[in-house]
Nanobody
Framework: QVQLVESGGGLVQAGGSLRLSCAAT????????MGWFRQAPGKEREFVAA????????DYASSVEGRFTISRDNAKNTVALQMNSLQPEDTAVYYC???????????????WGQGTQVTVSS
């Protein structure tokens, strides 16, 4: 089993930055793709970014590409999401996920964190 714990969420003004971290405990996630998803009130969970287990491949939602960067440190069993130029529409609960295949659908991921709130004020 893998447990994922996110941290780093908070309140920030539009144009600001936040860095989310996700720590994996239990089994290693070194052989798993890692992803970030978000869910705003009244909306479905949506893909944000993903990185392959080797770190060689990345994928971003068009809404965040150029502003967000996903990184991972397999030695530390962690994945991070650096978020710059944040906008009010980025407000959501952000979830870290791990799975055998990198993809944009939540169904590719079988381990999930509990989520961390990100609020961007205008």
């Amino acid at each position: 089993q893998v447990q994922l714990v996110e941290s780093g969420g908070g309140l920030v003004q539009a144009g600001g930055s936040l860095r989310l971290s996700c720590a994996a405990t239990g089994r290693t996630v070194n052989w798993h793709a890692m992803g970030w998803f978000r869910q705003a009130p009244g909306k479905e969970r949506e893909f944000v970014a993903a990185r392959s287990w080797s770190g060689g491949s990345t994928d971003y939602a068009s809404s965040v590409e150029g502003r967000f960067t996903i990184s991972r440190d397999n030695a530390k069993n962690t994945v991070a999401l650096q978020m710059n130029s944040l906008q009010p529409e980025d407000t959501a609960v952000y979830y870290c996920a791990a799975g055998p295949v990198m993809g944009r659908s939540p169904r590719f991921y079988n381990y999930w964190g509990q989520g961390t709130q990100v609020t961007v004020s205008s």
